[in-house]
């Protein structure tokens, strides 16, 4: 099989969604010989943060001498990113290899009378053959969709589960209501292995107290008190946590100082594992740590940022973020949305910051149209300003460096947003 021929079977299998449950993956991984048996992991839920988390968490270990696993999703800038080793993205012949191994699984699975496992299981199961074959010291393993249901689930070597921010997202799908989506995230929680909670609402903290009394669990709670930003720009924030003074993050946004905490606990948690890691480590991995479409400023003449604020607890981060920002700037917005998130929501919290608005088509069989997008921002935009549906991304950045050039405003920012499915694209047109 070579590469090509391994994303052909995968665009084939996907026509059949997203379906959660674990047997199928528990199935699949027990005719592979269970690798993830022989792994350990740190395993993150949340609704966002989840990445950004993973990305500090991960770096500090590879920086302190672990080698360590990445399962992402989902990805920027190439297939090969969902799954790294110490930042380094799977290769192209590893993906054709694997996959064939489990394709035939996958294909003895059906004729057994099995149903065909979807894309995400394959994918977690090439991701724990490849982090077995590589001899990994831990992964890092971030859920897919939810947490008690997720095929990443099937792991029983848990040495850490951390639960980022917990919003209202995929309602229907993992429940229905803040109560059962915490629920549904606080299902990761495996007995007896210790669990960093990002402090958050009392409703989500009380569910996950819960579970850990459940499954006799340590909990850590981050501080936020202990927290205090000390610098912020668009180059990077300084920021003491406890006894660790004037570290630094590249990531923007007051809440990557709370997903930074999140990892500094869970490192914490970890060293009481067996993975040693210094006070000095854990601030070159905070410094070191890169996380793409994270509030991130893609060219400085328009300025232009994009981020992947893709439900309404990220549009709520991403206002906060343009209001510390880019205060005194006149904004062009380009916005993409999914049909199944909460645009409408998304469409209140940022229409106002806006003085023109660009809609854009992602390339993505669950994306809102350019043209539905537009009617629903024109209904209940606060402000008499202008809103284009432009296509795909490549003709809304025209479209905006046309109206950043009529405006003749020497403080102009344009600013991506919406969801994270054509961030890729965004990067790759500015770059060729």
């Known amino acids: ?44 839920a ?35 990113e969902k799954i790294q080793i110490d930042g380094e993205y799977i290769p192209t012949q590893a993906v054709a290899v694997i996959m064939e191994v489990v394709k035939t699984a996958c294909d003895d699975m059906v004729r057994d009378g099995f149903a065909q496992p979807t894309v995400f299981e394959a994918e977690t199961a090439m991701a724990f053959l490849y982090f077995l074959n590589e ?18 689930n099937v792991i029983e070597t848990t040495l ?7 919003s209202l997202d ?18 990761i929680i495996k007995d007896g292995a210790p669990v960093v909670l990002y402090a958050q609402s009392r409703e989500v903290e009380d569910i996950v107290r819960e579970q850990c009394a459940k499954t006799d669990s340590a909990l850590t709670l981050t501080k936020p008190g202990a927290l205090v930003r000390k610098r912020n720009n668009l180059s990077g924030q300084v920021f003491d946590y406890g006894e660790l003074k004037g570290l630094k993050t590249r990531l923007l946004g007051e809440h990557q100082l709370y997903n930074a905490a999140a990892a500094i606990e869970t490192i914490r948690v970890l060293g009481e594992n067996g993975f040693a890691v210094s006070d000095e480590q854990i ?23 994009m981020d992947g604020a893709h439900n309404p607890d990220g549009a709520r981060a991403f206002v906060q973020s343009v209001r510390e920002y880019l205060d ?5 917005l380009i916005m993409g949305v999914l049909k199944d998130k909460d645009y ?71 600013v991506v947003f919406g969801s994270l499915s054509f961030l890729g694209d965004l990067k790759r047109y500015l770059i060729y």
């Not at 084939?12 to 592979?32: A, M, N, Q």
């Open 1 to 44: 099989m070579t590469f090509a021929q391994a994303m052909d079977y995968l665009e084939k299998i996907g026509k059949s969604g997203t379906v959660l449950g674990l047997d199928t993956t528990r199935e699949l991984l027990r005719r592979l010989g269970n690798p993830q048996n022989r792994l350990q992991f740190v395993h993150i």
């Open 170 to 187: 995929h309602v229907g799908i993992i429940g229905n209501n803040l109560q059962e989506i915490a629920a549904c995230k606080a299902g």
């Open 283 to 305: 601030r070159m991995g905070i410094e070191d740590t890169v996380w793409t479409g994270r509030f991130e400023v893609l060219q400085a003449r328009p300025l232009m940022i």
């Open 135 to 152: 001899n990994v010291d831990i992964v890092v393993l971030e859920t897919g969709m939810g947490g008690r249901d997720d095929s990443t």
């Open 344 to 414: 409408p929501q998304m469409i209140q919290l940022t229409n106002a910051l806006a003085d023109a608005i660009i809609t854009i088509h992602p390339d993505n069989k669950r994306a809102l149209s350019d043209t539905e997008l537009k009617d629903a921002i024109d209904k209940v935009k606060t402000r008499n300003i202008p809103v284009v549906a432009a296509g795909r991304i490549e003709a809304g950045v025209e479209v905006a460096n046309q109206i950043a050039m009529q405006l003749h405003h020497e403080k102009t920012a344009i």
């Open 46 to 80: 949340g609704t966002n943060g989840k990445g950004s988390t993973l990305a500090y968490i991960s770096t500090i270990l590879t920086g302190a001498g672990y080698r360590t696993g990445r399962f992402i999703s989902p990805v920027i800038d190439s297939y090969c």
């Open 328 to 332: 005194g700037f006149t904004l062009i």
């Open 160 to 166: 850490c589960s951390v639960i980022t921010s917990v």
